[in-house]
């Protein structure tokens, strides 16, 4: 018997094809969209799924995770961390390089990547450090994707910042600059002062102690002028090599502004949005209410607006979730001691819920989501139309969203081996309820049944 035209093929009647919403079907073969077909097409397949009225959309393309694999897996690791992303609707990620060892050889990323590739549930790249700026060529032509440099180191604490992957040095850090340049990679940059970082944790730990809310203070006092300061030597150092600078955790109102007149130059800037940010440190109530849990970064209501404006017109290019998971006991500290607590929380399973909240709300339009989580971040780390994408030739990476389910969420139905999560409480409307990796259903009304090393590694074609 001869084999059917396609695998599989997804019948919705509101798909979120670049093209535009239609009515039709998916047709699949061999993991990729073979077919767009109208509704009334004939689309022999082994398999037909039909979904009814509920929206498809492209898998989420996550370019900012960490794992915490290898050196940290008593917290997480790459299995259980790509469990929860393919939970959450992504079907591809970017982890990120402060692991243990950093990524900053060649032979560092090569090691890593082939550890990851038997362990992932769903598709893997890695950001690779580039504190190193002799070694950047390198790593581009051994498959890095994107460099990651922190301009933060911890003070206090020797994690999640550790000095290996933190460049602070204006010098070498342009130096990074132009190596990145040549080699075509995105850069993303952690902007951060850490001479006036350590001012206000100094005067915030004389004037409130050494609690959490001492700690989210410390970063916001000056009115943002750690982080302003550092995009705007960022963007200075982009001008001058013509780097393509992508900008992490952009919250700041002065920052937001920099960088839209950036853009409007026409040049190589973007930027990103993380979701504990967005939902949970943007309201000082769930900062008192989850304490350590929370942080990450206090986003003060001066803020919050136009980092909301940003979002929604287009200046932030990208949502990352910074997923970040650290143990209930490592957090626990922060309730007294913050500042020796790790920062960052697990949301890789619950950015997309809500996401589909706001657009519940009426705050953003699925189009945009996919936007901001699908095919902007497949451009930025240059698989895009393959990833991200609705379209004939994409993998077929899909998303089946259920726009009315309602719950309150809890740590305790999620798939994170921490346990806990600063989305905990949050109230969401709308959820993925199967997520479809190259053609295979992987998750299914929560339950992930990919097998670890399922997924694939990443590397860029150029």
Not at 7 to 17: F, G, H, P, T
Not at 444 to 453: F, I, K, L, P
Request: aromatic share 8%; glycine share 10%; charged share 25%.
């Amino acid at each position: 018997m001869s084999r059917p035209p396609y695998d599989l093929v997804l019948r919705s009647r509101a798909i979120l094809a670049d093209a535009g919403r239609f009515d039709g079907a998916i047709a699949i073969r061999d993991g990729r969209i073979a077919a767009l077909l109208d509704a009334k097409e004939a689309s022999p397949a082994t398999e037909v799924l039909d979904v009814g009225a509920r929206e498809v959309m492209p898998g989420l393309v996550d370019t900012h995770a960490h794992f915490r694999d290898p050196g940290y897996t008593y917290k997480e690791d790459i299995e259980s961390g790509t469990r929860a992303a393919a939970a959450g609707g992504v079907t591809t990620v970017f982890d990120m390089p402060n692991v243990d060892p950093p990524t900053t050889t060649v032979g560092r990323l090569r090691a890593h990547v082939e550890y990851a590739a038997g362990k992932t549930v769903i598709d893997i790249g890695h950001s690779a450090s580039g504190v190193v700026p002799d070694n950047c060529a390198a790593l581009a032509e051994a498959g890095a994707t994107a460099f990651k440099v922190w301009m933060m180191t911890d003070i206090g604490r020797d994690y999640p910042h550790p000095p290996g992957t933190s460049v602070s040095n204006h010098a070498v850090l342009y130096r990074i600059f132009e190596e990145v340049a040549k080699t075509g990679r995105p850069l993303y940059v952690h902007p951060h002062d850490q001479e006036l970082y350590a001012l206000f944790v100094q005067r915030a730990q004389a004037r409130w102690g050494m609690d959490f809310r001492s700690y989210a203070r410390a970063l916001r006092d000056g009115d943002g002028v750690v982080l302003n300061s550092a995009i705007s030597l960022l963007l200075e150092l982009q001008r001058s090599t013509g780097a393509r600078l992508h900008l992490l955790h952009l919250s700041t109102r002065d920052g937001i502004r920099m960088v839209r007149q950036a853009k409007a130059e026409g040049r190589p800037v973007t930027a990103e949005a993380n979701p504990f940010a967005m939902f949970v440190t943007n309201d000082w109530r769930n900062i008192e209410r989850l304490g350590p849990f929370a942080l990450g970064f206090w986003v003060p209501e001066a803020d919050n607006p136009a980092m909301w404006e940003a979002i929604v017109d287009g200046t932030i290019d990208v949502v990352g979730s910074d997923h970040g998971a650290h143990t209930k006991k490592e957090k626990e500290v922060g309730w007294t001691d913050m500042y020796t607590a790790p920062g960052g929380s697990p949301f890789i399973e619950h950015y997309l819920r809500m996401l589909l909240t706001q657009v519940s709300q009426g705050r953003l339009t699925l189009e945009r989501v996919v936007e901001l989580c699908c095919r902007n971040p497949a451009k930025l780390t240059g698989y895009y139309p393959r990833k991200g994408s609705i379209s004939v030739g994409a993998d077929a990476d899909l998303v089946v969203l259920d726009l009315d389910h309602e719950e309150v969420l809890h740590a305790t139905n999620s798939h994170y081996r921490c346990g806990w999560m600063s989305a905990e409480g949050l109230h969401s409307k709308g959820r993925p309820v199967m997520t479809l990796r190259r053609g295979d259903v992987i998750m299914r009304d929560g339950e992930v049944t990919a097998e670890a090393g399922s997924g694939r590694v990443l590397r860029p074609a150029g």
